[in-house]
């Protein structure tokens, strides 16, 4: 049998993931160990590889079959728009993407001015204001700590990730539009679809069965 091998999102994503899949018997006693500095794990008796990677790489791991299965958020997969088959929602890591700003920010998205976004998202904050909104927009792409493009004057609104919303509230910013819901979602390649059919079908149905029972 050949191993199936799953690239999963470093930190929490990834910990969620290992917890649902311990609840079916998979379990990689390698990969608790926390002191390691090994980047790959197996579990030889279920032929199972795993490896973490930074979020936007793990479309790019299964899309080219180096993974056979990825676990990512929804934001990294719409962002990516890599060749890959969406297969479940695994209902952790739920957060909204939203178009955030000072509360002020509000009238200038009315008018459909030509502000500046700041975003960690290019292509989905694209989308949202060009064919979503019809709105023309200066998008600038930043690469963390997106609230502060508006507290500094780099932008009038940022397209960012809002889970409990202490960050904007801390930084006296408000969720201005909803963009979309998020949460992880569980890919595949599409060779390995066909390819590996009956082990994977078989992974989805009982991930379906442990998300059902809550
Ligand atoms: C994310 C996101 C927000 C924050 C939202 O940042 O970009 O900044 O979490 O969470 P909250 O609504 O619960 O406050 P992350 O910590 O991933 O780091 P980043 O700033 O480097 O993007």
Do not use: W
Request: with cysteine; aromatic share 6%.
């Amino acid at each position: 049998m050949r191993y199936l091998t799953f690239a999963l999102t470093k930190g929490r994503l990834a910990n969620k993931t290992l917890e649902m899949l311990e609840m079916l018997g998979i379990t990689c006693e390698e990969m608790k160990d926390k002191s390691s500095r090994k980047l790959i794990f197996v579990n030889e008796e279920l032929k199972l590889k795993f490896f973490l990677a930074k979020g936007p790489d793990v479309p790019t791991y299964v899309e080219y079959g180096a993974a056979d299965i990825g676990v990512v958020g929804k934001d990294t997969i719409v962002e990516e728009g890599r060749k890959v088959h969406e297969v479940l929602d695994l209902g952790f890591g739920k957060c909204r993407m939203c178009v955030c700003g000072q509360e002020e920010a509000r009238e200038l998205l009315r008018h459909h001015e030509l502000i500046r976004v700041a975003t960690k998202y290019p292509n989905i904050a694209k989308d949202y204001f060009y064919n979503k909104k019809h709105q023309t927009v200066e998008i600038i792409k930043m690469n963390g700590s997106i609230e502060l493009a508006p507290i500094v004057g780099l932008s009038e609104v940022i397209v960012d990730i809002v889970e409990t919303g202490s960050t904007l509230k801390e930084n006296g910013l408000v969720v201005l539009e909803e963009v979309c819901p998020l949460s992880a979602r569980m890919i595949v390649n599409p060779v390995s679809m066909r390819m590996e059919n009956d082990r994977i079908k078989e992974l989805i149905v009982n991930l379906r069965k442990l998300l059902q029972e809550g």
